[in-house]
């Protein structure tokens, strides 16, 4: 059995604790996972083992909610920068719908992050929703 046969993502606007992420370590448990966000139109997220270390993964393309602004993705971006140069992670790659870090030691610090960024993305796309950012004229 795996971790995503009995999890489900949250509804929209709901983050999961760290507890509840689903382990994506194999494509099968990627895909139901994957499946099961599109399907509750939530945000996606996962751990997955990479050799000795983990990979976290948010998708914000599964959930039919708007993108996230450039703004809220510098608030992203500062805190993997933080998360880089202190050693907890190596790597990286944020877009305004995707992100993925790697190379976290451990499957527990993979969690916590993962529900952290889970979490900010879900409020940073509510904040959107509720306060959008006026447009700049040309």
Not at 51 to 65: H, I, P, Y
Not at 72 to 77: D, R
């Amino acid at each position: 059995m795996s971790a995503c046969d009995d999890v489900s993502m949250p509804t929209p606007g709901t983050p999961l604790p760290a507890a509840l992420i689903p382990d994506c370590t194999k494509l099968e448990a990627h895909r139901a996972a994957y499946r099961s966000a599109k399907t509750n139109d939530a945000i996606f997220v996962c751990i997955a083992r990479q050799g000795s270390r983990w990979k976290v993964e948010l998708d914000a393309l599964a959930s039919s909610g708007p993108t996230i602004p450039d703004q809220a993705v510098a608030v992203l971006q500062s805190a993997v920068e933080v998360l880089v140069s202190d050693g907890t992670v190596t790597q990286a790659n944020i877009a305004p719908d995707y992100i993925s870090i790697w190379a976290i030691e451990s499957e527990q610090k993979a969690r916590e992050i993962a529900a952290a960024f889970h979490a900010a993305m879900q409020g940073l796309r509510q904040l959107y929703i509720a306060v959008p950012v006026p447009r700049r004229s040309v």
